[in-house]
């Protein structure tokens, strides 16, 4: 988007890319507009993102923004040039027409450690809680040769770890020729950018992982001993009431036989608390999947109902008590990290350095460094001396 405006020939502008996942989201996307509004009185202010793509009304109304753009838009070079040539300043098209996700292939990521790669987008899927199908459309994925060509200039340009990203990655491909499955795209990178260090793979769904994928992660030492699930509940009811596709046993059984391979790898999920009709005990069942599945990074979401989408029409808990089970969610999870990390102690680990004197391990831990250890971007062995908090504390070897 910062080349596609300079392209075009802005020269004052700021560039809202905004979130819709919850209604939290949405209120500090306003209040980033007006903070920017206040900090650049004279910049044109252009929102775009899944916000400005769902609700677009409600973005060209604010006193403070000079244009909208759509999702699909936002990354189309003839958008841009009629913006800046005076023409319509809502600039929003239907986001379920659009079938292209290739034009936008990055080619790096400044100097960081790490270089992210959009090999999908969209969904198909219509979970009752979520909103993001609205906002980035149906699925579609780019092609694998464009991908491999992608990841090959990543690595040439000095990142030392791809993470592929995606809005529901595992169903990459059906879309396109031949139907490839995730796994021949990672394979496939793998083979063709041999001097790529390190694969991550962020969120995926197990009830889509195929046989080829499994065998790489399991197998292949340069896939990220990390994996990101979007689980999103541990009781079975809430899953089916979600329209999600797997259960809480097909969780457990995913992660025991993936950890049975690759004991080393770490598990994050997603998990949403208070989602509408859950009762105590089927609350207590998300809990319990922290340590069934286990799990070291949870990321919990207390339900915020988003307008439009079933879940918003079901009956809805008290926020108190979607607010205390989110914090004792939290705290549970933060224990089963601690206690994680506590087993790092003492290893030996290659890791890649960041900013700020810091470093990331292959399992996704993060370490602060108590020497430099090199530059940014530089792969480094550090012995873990200690852990502080959620954060372990390394020295270079
Ligand atoms: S699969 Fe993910 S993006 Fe798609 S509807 Fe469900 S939660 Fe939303």
Redesign the pocket.
């Known amino acids: 988007m910062r080349a596609l405006a300079a392209a075009a020939g802005f020269t004052d502008a700021v560039v809202v890319n905004s979130c819709a996942v919850t209604n939290e989201a949405v209120r500090q996307t306003r209040q980033t507009i007006r903070r920017a509004r206040r900090a650049n009185p004279n910049a044109r202010i252009i929102v775009t993102g899944c916000a400005a793509q769902i609700d677009p009304a409600s973005f060209t109304a604010m006193s403070e923004v000079d244009a909208v753009l759509g999702n699909g838009e936002k990354l189309d070079a003839g958008e841009w040039r009629a913006l800046a040539r005076g023409g319509e300043t809502s600039r929003v098209n239907d986001i379920m027409n659009v079938r292209e996700t290739a034009g936008h292939l990055i080619d790096g990521y400044g100097d960081r450690a790490r270089a992210f790669l959009e090999v999908q987008n969209g ?1 198909d ?3 009752t809680f ?1 909103i ?2 609205y906002g980035r459309g149906p699925s579609r994925s780019a092609p694998i040769a464009d991908l491999v060509d992608a990841a090959r200039r990543l690595s040439d340009a000095g990142h030392r770890e791809v993470v592929l990203t995606g ?2 990655m595992t169903s990459y491909g059906q879309d396109i020729d031949g139907a490839p499955r995730l796994g021949a795209l990672v394979s496939a990178i793998l083979d063709g950018a041999p001097q790529l260090k390190r694969l991550r793979l962020s969120s995926i ?1 197990c009830a889509e992982i195929d046989d080829e994928l499994f065998e790489r992660i399991t197998a292949d030492a340069r896939v990220a001993p990390h994996l990101h699930l ?1 689980l999103q509940a541990g009781d079975n009811l809430i899953l089916k009431r979600m329209k999600r596709r797997h259960t809480r046993e097909q969780a457990i059984d995913f992660c025991g036989r993936v950890r049975g391979r690759r004991p080393e790898i770490a598990f994050g999920a997603d998990i949403i608390v208070g989602f509408p009709t859950e009762t105590e005990e089927m609350f207590e069942q998300s809990l319990a999947l922290v340590d069934e599945a286990g799990l070291q990074y949870t990321h919990v979401f207390p339900f915020s109902p988003r307008d439009g989408t079933p879940a918003a029409r079901m009956p809805q808990l008290d926020r108190l008590i979607i607010r205390l089970r989110a914090e004792r969610l939290r705290a549970k999870g933060e224990a089963a990290l601690e206690q994680f990390l506590d087993g790092l102690v003492g290893r030996e680990e290659e890791a890649i350095i960041e900013s700020g004197g810091r470093a990331r391990l292959g399992n996704f831990a993060q370490a602060r460094l108590a020497a430099p250890a090199g530059a940014a971007g530089d792969i480094a062995r550090i012995k873990i001396v200690a852990r502080d908090g959620g954060m372990l504390v390394g020295e270079p070897i």
């Open positions: 969904c899927h219509r979970c979520c993001i199908p809005v529901d769904d979007s």
